[in-house]
């Protein structure tokens, strides 16, 4: 691989050294956008197993990878990525690990907003949208500042199960999922679209059928890849690691790239909760200033799933339940 030009003066901190934040340390290593990769793991032992090995896939990038000796090395972050946690079993839904991961954030979060007040937290641990906002909760920072990977993922999954139906290139296909990273996730099929035509228009140019029954299933491929993933493999990490890169990147080259991420706000008259929606990135954070025209069913789909988002935050807060 040949050498790349030298990164910017960014360091990022992985807290959760397992399967998701190792393969985005990797991805992040290659994407040259960190000058500064450090791991942060309970488990010390693998975490200094994992740099060691990626320190050999340093020497064909340019950023130094290097184990935390604790919370203390998050001082400085430009971002501190949030992978820790359980993940889940085969037919668990990502709201059954709430409590585990709800009481590891506790510990988590205030920790790394005392030694890192200023940087951004992107969190992936699940369910991600509850710990987003628990994030934004235990750590104090402006809700722009602390991000859910969120929908991002699922929407990179429908443009590749649109592009692979339409036979078109993924890129060109600008369709997104919006609400929970989850169950209840909206596929917003009013403003999809292929080469600036709405998937009905696109079809008639194209005198092809718009097909309901395709759609329908294209959506639930969508909702049910991560349960197809860890019924074969047991968990999902290169996608989530390419998603986690592609909302570092417009932090750190701040260029409002707009990104369908989580953060806290108020959704159809609910709230504050943190689901996702298209957001502006750029290095003050997530901003919420992108209109979306949703029809009446979308709408009723993002209140339904902002209400059982905050009912599995209600229920972490309060262990007894
Ligand atoms: N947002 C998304 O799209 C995705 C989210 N995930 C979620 O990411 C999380 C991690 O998944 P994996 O990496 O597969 O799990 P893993 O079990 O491979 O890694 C978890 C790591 O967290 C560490 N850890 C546990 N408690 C810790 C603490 N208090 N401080 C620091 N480190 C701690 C463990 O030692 C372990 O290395 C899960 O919650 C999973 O559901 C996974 C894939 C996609
Ligand atoms: C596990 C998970 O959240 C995902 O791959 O979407």
């Not at 690990?97 to 200023?118: G, I, M």
């Not at 890129?171 to 999809?192: C, F, K, T, Y």
């Given at each position: 691989?040949?050498?790349q030009s030298?990164?910017?003066?960014v360091?990022i901190?992985i807290?959760?050294a397992g399967?998701?934040?190792?393969?985005?340390?990797?991805?992040?290593?290659?994407s040259?956008l960190?000058s500064e990769i450090?791991?942060?793991?309970?488990d010390?032992?693998?975490?200094e197993g994992e740099?060691?090995?990626l320190?050999?896939a340093?020497?064909?990038?340019h950023?130094k990878?290097r184990?935390a000796r604790?919370?203390e090395?998050?001082?400085?972050?430009?971002?501190?990525?949030?992978?820790a946690?359980v993940?889940?079993?085969p037919?668990?839904?990502?709201?059954d690990?709430?409590?585990?991961?709800?009481r590891?954030?506790e510990s988590?979060?205030?920790q790394?907003?005392r030694?890192?007040?200023d940087?951004?937290?992107?969190v992936?641990?699940?369910p991600?949208d509850?710990l987003t906002?628990?994030?934004?909760?235990?750590?104090g920072?402006?809700t722009?500042?602390v991000?859910?990977?969120g929908t991002?993922m699922?929407?990179t999954?429908?443009?590749?199960?649109?592009?692979?139906?339409y036979?078109v290139?993924?890129?060109?296909?600008?369709?997104?999922i919006?609400?929970?990273h989850g169950?209840?996730q909206?596929?917003?099929?009013?403003?999809a679209s292929i080469?600036?035509m709405?998937?009905r228009?696109?079809?008639?140019?194209a005198?092809?059928?718009y097909?309901?029954?395709?759609?329908d299933?294209v959506a639930q491929?969508?909702?049910g890849a991560?349960?197809?993933i860890?019924k074969?493999k047991?968990k999902?990490?290169?996608?989530?690691?390419?998603?986690?890169?592609?909302?570092?990147?417009?932090?750190v080259k701040n260029?409002?790239?707009?990104v369908t991420?989580?953060r806290?706000g108020?959704?159809?008259g609910?709230g504050?909760?943190?689901?996702?929606m298209?957001?502006?990135?750029?290095?003050s954070g997530a901003?919420?200033?992108?209109?979306?025209?949703?029809?009446d069913v979308?709408?009723?789909?993002?209140?339904?799933?902002?209400?059982?988002i905050?009912?599995a935050?209600n229920?972490?807060?309060?262990?007894?339940?």
């Amino acid at each position: 691989m040949p050498l790349q030009s030298e990164p910017p003066n960014v360091k990022i901190v992985i807290v959760g050294a397992g399967s998701v934040g190792v393969t985005t340390a990797y991805a992040l290593l290659l994407s040259n956008l960190a000058s500064e990769i450090v791991l942060l793991d309970i488990d010390t032992t693998r975490a200094e197993g994992e740099v060691i090995d990626l320190s050999h896939a340093a020497h064909f990038a340019h950023a130094k990878v290097r184990v935390a000796r604790g919370y203390e090395d998050c001082a400085g972050a430009t971002i501190v990525i949030i992978t820790a946690g359980v993940n889940q079993k085969p037919g668990q839904t990502r709201l059954d690990l709430v409590k585990t991961n709800y009481r590891l954030f506790e510990s988590v979060v205030p920790q790394v907003a005392r030694h890192a007040p200023d940087t951004i937290l992107l969190v992936a641990t699940n369910p991600v949208d509850v710990l987003t906002q628990a994030a934004q909760d235990l750590s104090g920072f402006p809700t722009e500042r602390v991000i859910g990977s969120g929908t991002a993922m699922d929407t990179t999954r429908f443009r590749h199960e649109l592009g692979r139906h339409y036979r078109v290139n993924p890129r060109n296909v600008h369709a997104v999922i919006i609400g929970e990273h989850g169950d209840s996730q909206i596929p917003v099929w009013s403003l999809a679209s292929i080469a600036g035509m709405r998937l009905r228009d696109y079809c008639r140019q194209a005198g092809v059928e718009y097909d309901e029954a395709a759609m329908d299933a294209v959506a639930q491929r969508t909702r049910g890849a991560a349960y197809e993933i860890i019924k074969r493999k047991g968990k999902t990490n290169y996608g989530v690691a390419s998603v986690l890169v592609g909302i570092v990147e417009p932090i750190v080259k701040n260029n409002d790239a707009i990104v369908t991420v989580s953060r806290v706000g108020i959704y159809e008259g609910v709230g504050p909760v943190a689901l996702s929606m298209p957001c502006k990135l750029n290095n003050s954070g997530a901003h919420m200033d992108v209109p979306l025209m949703l029809d009446d069913v979308e709408r009723e789909g993002l209140r339904k799933s902002a209400e059982s988002i905050l009912e599995a935050l209600n229920s972490a807060r309060n262990p007894e339940s």
